[in-house]
T-cell receptor, first 112, second 114 residues
Framework: GDSVTQMEGPVTLSEEAFLTINCTYT??????LFWYVQYPGEGLQLLLK???ADDKGSNKGFEATYRKETTSFHLEKGSVQVSDSAVYFC???????????WGAGTKLIIKP | ETGVTQTPRHLVMGMTNKKSLKCEQH?????MYWYKQSAKKPLELMFV???????ENNSVPSRFSPECPNSSHLFLHLHTLQPEDSALYLC?????????????FGPGTRLLVL
């Protein structure tokens, strides 16, 4: 079945470091891919999305590129801030239906 | 602010109580969802409504009862819950039920069942 696999956390970085959170997926056809972020004590917010192969989603300095050949959608940011500390979820909506399939989430901790 | 509000934000209830969670979306969307988020478990989809009609019930126990009186409001009625039902309950909405239909989430209700 369709699934999303994220790197396990927590990921701990110093401020201004480069960030990569890996996400790979299993799905037939061309799913839509998403990154959501959950700040402490809050609900989930859409961070970025891509709906077809080679699309790049970007928002707030974060980027992710839809790689069909490697079935990946890795999240990157060039210089992280303490305020980026949160849990990041990779997700997909498959071709076959509308339900979001979620990764387990990766907790990111940024130290000053 | 995502345009989806939830009340209450926090709720403590005993196993014999009856309470309701409320969700309201101000985005003009047609689909609404209830999710359960428990510690160290993936997000679980509970119910889906599309144009006020329930289209999914993912094997949720009957002690959870959803209600969708119109496209803007969604309720989750709770009765005789168990301690393992303690979790963050998230409401979401989307324009429609397609793979491009980005879901927008409310802040959640943190529920503790004693």
């Amino acid at each position: 079945g369709d699934s999303v696999t994220q790197m396990e956390g927590p990921v701990t970085l110093s401020e201004e470091a480069f960030l990569t959170i890996n996400c790979t997926y299993t799905a037939t056809g061309y799913p839509s891919l998403f990154w959501y972020v959950q700040y402490p004590g809050e609900g989930l917010q859409l961070l970025l999305k891509a709906t077809k192969a080679d699309d790049k989603g970007s928002n707030k300095g974060f980027e992710a590129t839809y790689r069909k050949e490697t079935t990946s959608f890795h999240l990157e940011k060039g210089s992280v801030q303490v305020s980026d500390s949160a849990v990041y979820f990779c997700a997909l909506i498959p071709d076959s239906n509308y339900q979001l399939i979620w990764g387990a989430g990766t907790k990111l901790i940024i130290k000053p | 602010e995502t345009g989806v509000t939830q009340t209450p934000r926090h709720l403590v209830m005993g196993m014999t109580n009856k309470k309701s969670l409320k969700c309201e979306q101000h985005l003009g969307h047609n689909a609404m969802y209830w999710y359960k988020q428990s510690a160290k478990k993936p997000l679980e989809l509970m119910f889906v409504y599309n144009f006020k009609e329930q289209t999914e019930n993912n094997s949720v126990p009957s002690r959870f009862s959803p209600e969708c009186p119109n496209s803007s409001h969604l309720f989750l009625h709770l009765h005789t819950l168990q301690p393992e039902d303690s979790a963050l309950y998230l409401c979401a909405s989307s324009q429609d039920k397609t793979k491009h239909g980005t879901q927008y989430f409310g802040p959640g209700t943190r529920l503790l069942v004693l």
